[in-house]
């Protein structure tokens, strides 16, 4: 064959393996294409995994040399933020204008104690049920930031918080049942926020005990049953009402009640045990605070003592008493004091002679002590506006955001809130002045969402014309 003729030739089959060439070379270019979506979408699916925290090698580690180390990386990625521990409201009732009354059986000191305590004059006699409808009053909280901010400011208004303290009859055994006007005293506690429970532990011939002989942890025991009694009788007829509502009528909306009913009636009915030991969720909260059951109240016992075993500190049944909460009421406060030594004190006219008086028997009065732990016990904290024109204590519930403790000064500064100016007790202290707090730093614009603190000196700034555009809606 010429060379002419192996040229034609070679042309002729590399015409006819040309389209053959083009083929391969598209399909190739496909298979790097989808090499590459692939790639992208396993690298991608890695990423969503880092983000979901798994600590575990990915298969796209097998892809590619860098593909170990972010894996690695992820591993160590810190985890997630933990979610916030649920905010559960307070038992009780919503407000500021509680109250706190005195519990006990009858002829223990309590219209004694109440009227040291208040400065009232309650009568106090040597028979049982001498009180019938409860006797009020209230209190000044005593405060020494109080007493500074007024010291400083000097004003013109003074205005401390309060605490609103109620004289209720003494209950006796069978008082649940309706023993001795069980029912109607039993109601004034139910009337009531907190209970200052009293016992007595003195002896004296002169003055009677309703069950022949003193003997505290009893009578402790006798109001703490009653007080349970009277719930779980309040408990069954409710939940007998709810029982037939849903499992007869089918009422779902009522059926999440009914199971807090029935929680409760396992602490209170089986367990034998006060409502307040337990832990309640949010909604349980809120259908115990719809029945304001009795043992669901915070409780301060009280032992009245004898003048002189509370000038000495001793006495036999101290032990005897906190052996006795430490079981039935852990973590309760227990204030000893003598309704005898505060009454003598009381008679003194001078503060001069009354501390005096202190100094001489080397004790003092602990009625202080006493209406700060009841103040704390509903809950309720304070904060202040001070100023030459006056210097006041707002009374708020503990949580309180700033919109709604402006809104105890006036309605119009809740609804026309922007900031409250707030300093810290301390810090005012400490800085001597407003103006220095201010240089310090100490001076704080907060926002709708802070929570005010015990003791804060507060001074609001709202839209004045906030209240007048809703009174103009209605």
Same mark, same amino acid.
């Given at each position: 064959?010429?060379?002419?003729?192996?040229?034609?030739?070679?042309?002729?089959?590399?015409?006819?393996?040309?389209?053959?060439?083009?083929?391969?070379?598209?399909?190739?270019?496909?298979?790097?294409?989808?090499?590459?979506?692939?790639?992208?979408?396993?690298?991608?699916?890695?990423?969503?995994?880092?983000?979901?925290?798994?600590?575990?090698?990915?298969?796209?580690?097998?892809?590619?040399?860098?593909?170990?180390?972010?894996?690695?990386?992820?591993?160590? #990625?810190?985890?997630?933020?933990?979610?916030?521990?649920?905010?559960?409201?307070?038992?009780?009732?919503?407000?500021?204008?509680?109250?706190?009354?005195?519990?006990?059986?009858?002829?223990?000191?309590? %219209?004694?104690?109440?009227?040291?305590?208040?400065?009232?004059?309650?009568?106090?006699?040597?028979?049982?049920?001498?009180?019938?409808?409860?006797?009020? %009053?209230?209190?000044?909280?005593?405060?020494?930031?109080?007493?500074?901010?007024?010291?400083?400011?000097?004003?013109? /208004?003074?205005?401390?918080?309060?605490?609103?303290? @109620? +004289?209720?009859?003494?209950? @006796?055994?069978?008082?649940?049942?309706?023993?001795?006007?069980?029912?109607?005293?039993?109601?004034?506690? /139910?009337?009531?926020?907190?209970?200052?429970?009293?016992?007595?532990?003195?002896? +004296?011939?002169?003055?009677?005990?309703?069950?022949?002989?003193?003997?505290?942890?009893?009578?402790?025991?006798?109001?703490?049953?009653?007080?349970?009694?009277?719930?779980?009788?309040?408990? #069954?007829?409710?939940?007998?009402?709810?029982?037939?509502?849903?499992?007869?009528?089918?009422?779902?909306?009522?059926?999440?009640?009914?199971?807090?009913?029935?929680?409760?009636?396992?602490?209170?009915?089986?367990?034998?045990?006060?409502?307040?030991?337990?832990?309640? /969720?949010?909604?349980?909260?809120?259908?115990?605070?719809?029945?304001?059951?009795?043992? /669901?109240?915070?409780?301060?016992?009280?032992?009245?003592?004898?003048?002189?075993?509370?000038?000495?500190?001793?006495?036999?049944?101290?032990?005897?008493?906190?052996?006795?909460?430490?079981?039935?009421?852990?973590?309760?406060?227990?204030?000893?004091?003598?309704?005898?030594?505060?009454?003598?004190?009381?008679?003194?006219?001078?503060?001069?002679?009354?501390?005096?008086?202190?100094?001489?028997?080397?004790?003092?009065?602990?009625?202080?002590?006493?209406?700060?732990?009841?103040?704390?016990?509903?809950?309720?904290?304070?904060?202040?506006?001070?100023?030459?024109?006056? @210097?006041?204590?707002?009374?708020?519930?503990?949580?309180?955001?700033?919109?709604?403790?402006?809104?105890?000064?006036?309605?119009?500064?809740?609804?026309?809130?922007? #900031?409250?100016?707030? #300093?810290?007790?301390?810090?005012?202290?400490?800085?001597?002045?407003?103006?220095?707090?201010?240089?310090?730093?100490?001076?704080?614009?907060?926002?709708?969402?802070?929570?005010?603190?015990?003791?804060?000196?507060?001074?609001?700034?709202?839209?004045?014309?906030?209240?007048?555009?809703?009174?103009?809606?209605?």
């Amino acid at each position: 064959m010429s060379v002419n003729q192996h040229r034609r030739k070679r042309q002729i089959v590399n015409a006819v393996q040309w389209p053959f060439h083009v083929c391969f070379f598209l399909r190739l270019r496909a298979i790097f294409a989808i090499a590459r979506v692939i790639f992208v979408r396993l690298k991608t699916k890695q990423l969503e995994h880092a983000e979901l925290s798994i600590a575990r090698p990915l298969p796209f580690a097998r892809f590619t040399p860098r593909g170990t180390a972010f894996a690695a990386a992820c591993r160590k #990625m810190p985890p997630k933020k933990l979610a916030e521990p649920e905010i559960k409201p307070l038992i009780g009732r919503i407000g500021t204008n509680l109250r706190i009354g005195i519990v006990g059986v009858p002829n223990v000191g309590k %219209s004694t104690f109440f009227n040291v305590l208040t400065k009232s004059a309650a009568p106090a006699e040597n028979f049982p049920f001498c009180t019938i409808d409860p006797n009020e %009053s209230r209190v000044p909280v005593p405060d020494a930031r109080f007493d500074y901010l007024c010291e400083h400011h000097k004003p013109a /208004s003074k205005v401390p918080a309060y605490l609103n303290v @109620v +004289d209720i009859a003494g209950l @006796v055994k069978g008082a649940a049942e309706g023993q001795g006007l069980g029912n109607a005293f039993l109601s004034h506690i /139910s009337a009531c926020d907190a209970i200052f429970h009293l016992c007595r532990a003195f002896e +004296d011939t002169d003055v009677t005990h309703v069950e022949g002989e003193v003997d505290p942890v009893r009578d402790l025991s006798i109001i703490s049953e009653e007080l349970r009694l009277k719930d779980e009788e309040k408990l #069954m007829i409710n939940l007998d009402k709810l029982e037939k509502l849903v499992t007869r009528g089918g009422d779902k909306k009522s059926k999440p009640e009914y199971e807090t009913l029935l929680k409760i009636k396992e602490v209170l009915v089986d367990e034998k045990k006060h409502i307040r030991f337990a832990d309640w /969720s949010a909604h349980d909260i809120e259908v115990l605070n719809k029945y304001l059951f009795l043992t /669901s109240k915070p409780c301060i016992y009280l032992v009245n003592l004898s003048d002189k075993d509370f000038i000495r500190k001793k006495n036999k049944w101290l032990p005897k008493i906190k052996e006795w909460i430490d079981k039935n009421d852990p973590g309760a406060p227990i204030i000893p004091f003598s309704g005898a030594f505060e009454h003598q004190l009381a008679e003194l006219e001078t503060d001069a002679d009354r501390k005096a008086y202190e100094e001489e028997h080397k004790c003092v009065s602990v009625l202080d002590k006493i209406i700060t732990t009841g103040y704390k016990a509903l809950q309720l904290e304070y904060f202040f506006t001070a100023g030459p024109d006056e @210097v006041k204590a707002w009374t708020i519930q503990k949580g309180t955001k700033a919109p709604q403790a402006a809104g105890r000064i006036h309605t119009d500064f809740e609804k026309g809130f922007i #900031m409250a100016e707030v #300093m810290h007790f301390n810090d005012f202290k400490e800085e001597g002045t407003e103006a220095a707090a201010k240089a310090a730093g100490k001076y704080r614009q907060q926002g709708r969402n802070y929570v005010v603190e015990d003791g804060d000196i507060i001074f609001f700034k709202f839209n004045a014309g906030a209240g007048l555009k809703d009174a103009k809606k209605k």
